[in-house]
């Protein structure tokens, strides 16, 4: 195999994952040279990232909205909720990646190359990125969002559920939106099978993102999403089609599933992002943990240490998600009374504490304490049959 470029790092995939690592790096003062590979760097606003955080956010330039106020609505319970401790806050994707990009070109260490993907391979010293042009790159480390784990097993996943929504962003002729408050969960009780809500981050008084989401094993046809939308736009805002515009759409389908944990693609070739075991299982929330990771990740490389693979979640919150996923897979109804408890019986921040897997045992305690048990008992004795 004939090596045409050599580089210290490879960044293969220029999404969220990739283009963090590769800011942390930047910002850090990281001296090796960098390549960062993508079928396109081009900035689109095909993604809302959203999180929550009691500290400084991260990239605060380019935060598009924040809120302290939640509507939430579940069974019979539906109420206005608010956040003390924490803010809710929102990222466009396109926006996020011309800020890193524009960071990125300051720097002479760091190349970017736009080629599609083709494969890796690796040895003890090295990895090799190979492109469908016919290309190969040389590197010490690969850190890879792009391909799934290449040792997954899909039999070893007993709830392969998606997370799949289809989103408009719209612009109505007339005031419809309250911006001080979104919706985090205003759920289809009448939706079968699976678990189904609408999701809305109003941005002003005429404009909003309006989701509808699922939880189940396989994506909608892209009609049954837009029938949600448009009957839910009309009958919580009063506005038919004739009465807003569709400015872009967003459409997503993300992993909830008791995924093996596996860090590495070969040797010298890490997984990050959803790859890697990022994303939360039972929620399907990954900003902040892609943070963390890739912000560690580059300071044990800036200080010259060999890289720091994903780590998996503590042992307690990896059962808690796999007893959620049993009863999100085999029941909606067990689904509904189990969100209807939680959000009525605990406070927001405690839920966004522990759905951030920031809680100590007895807030486990407390939070566990306040669903229906005999959904979970019917879990702990499916799982102990495993």
């Given at each position: 195999m004939k090596i045409e470029f050599r580089y210290n790092i490879i960044i293969a995939g220029g999404g969220l994952s990739g283009l963090s690592l590769a800011w942390y790096l930047a910002k850090g003062g990281y001296k090796g040279e960098v390549l960062v590979v993508d079928s396109t760097f081009a900035p689109t606003n095909d993604k809302t990232w959203c999180f929550w955080t009691d500290g400084e956010p991260p990239f605060k330039k380019i935060i598009y909205k924040k809120w302290k106020k939640t509507w939430v609505s579940v069974l019979d319970y539906s109420t206005f909720r608010y956040l003390n401790e924490y803010n809710y806050y929102c990222i466009r994707s396109g926006d996020f990646k011309e800020y890193i990009l524009r960071e990125l070109k300051r720097h002479k260490n760091f190349d970017l190359l736009e080629e599609n993907i083709l494969d890796f391979s690796a040895n003890k010293n090295k990895a090799v990125l190979l492109t469908k042009g016919g290309d190969s790159y040389?590197?010490?480390?690969?850190?890879?969002?792009?391909?799934?784990?290449?040792?997954?097993?899909?039999?070893?996943?007993?709830?392969?559920?998606?997370?799949?929504?289809?989103?408009?962003?719209?612009?109505?002729?007339?005031?419809?939106?309250?911006?001080?408050?979104?919706?985090?969960?205003?759920?289809?009780?009448?939706?079968?099978?699976?678990?189904?809500?609408?999701?809305?981050?109003?941005?002003?008084?005429?404009?909003?993102?309006?989701?509808?989401?699922?939880?189940?094993?396989?994506?909608?046809?892209?009609?049954?999403?837009?029938?949600?939308?448009?009957?839910?736009?009309?009958?919580?805002?009063?506005?038919?089609?004739?009465?807003?515009?569709?400015?872009?759409?967003?459409?997503?389908?993300?992993?909830?599933?008791?995924?093996?944990?596996?860090?590495l693609y070969e040797r010298n070739i890490i997984n990050l992002g959803s790859a890697g075991g990022m994303t939360k299982p039972s929620t399907g929330?990954?900003?902040?943990?892609?943070?963390?990771?890739?912000?560690?990740?580059?300071?044990?490389?800036?200080?010259?240490?060999?890289?720091?693979?994903?780590?998996?979640?503590?042992?307690?919150?990896?059962?808690?998600?796999?007893?959620?996923?049993h009863i999100l897979s085999n029941s909606t109804q067990d689904s509904l009374r189990v969100f209807h408890s939680l959000f009525k019986k605990n406070s927001l921040d405690n839920i966004l504490r522990f759905l951030g897997e920031e809680t100590t045992f007895s807030q486990d305690l407390k939070i566990m304490s306040s669903v229906p048990y005999i959904p979970f008992f019917k879990a702990i004795g499916n799982n102990l049959k495993r």
């Open positions: 040389l590197a010490d480390y690969i850190f890879q969002s792009v391909m799934k784990p290449k040792n997954l097993d899909p039999s070893q996943i007993k709830y392969p559920l998606l997370q799949h929504f289809l989103g408009w962003e719209i612009e109505a002729c007339e005031t419809a939106f309250d911006p001080e408050t979104f919706t985090i969960m205003d759920f289809d009780n009448e939706f079968s099978p699976g678990v189904a809500f609408i999701y809305v981050l109003p941005f002003t008084q005429t404009k909003a993102l309006v989701e509808f989401t699922v939880f189940s094993d396989r994506p909608l046809e892209k009609k049954a999403y837009k029938k949600k939308i448009k009957h839910y736009l009309y009958h919580t805002y009063g506005l038919d089609k004739e009465h807003y515009k569709i400015k872009r759409k967003e459409y997503g389908e993300i992993p909830m599933e008791d995924r093996p944990h596996i860090p929330y990954t900003f902040m943990r892609i943070q963390d990771y890739t912000q560690k990740l580059a300071q044990n490389l800036i200080q010259g240490f060999d890289p720091l693979p994903p780590s998996p979640s503590k042992f307690k919150y990896r059962y808690y998600d796999l007893l959620l996923l």
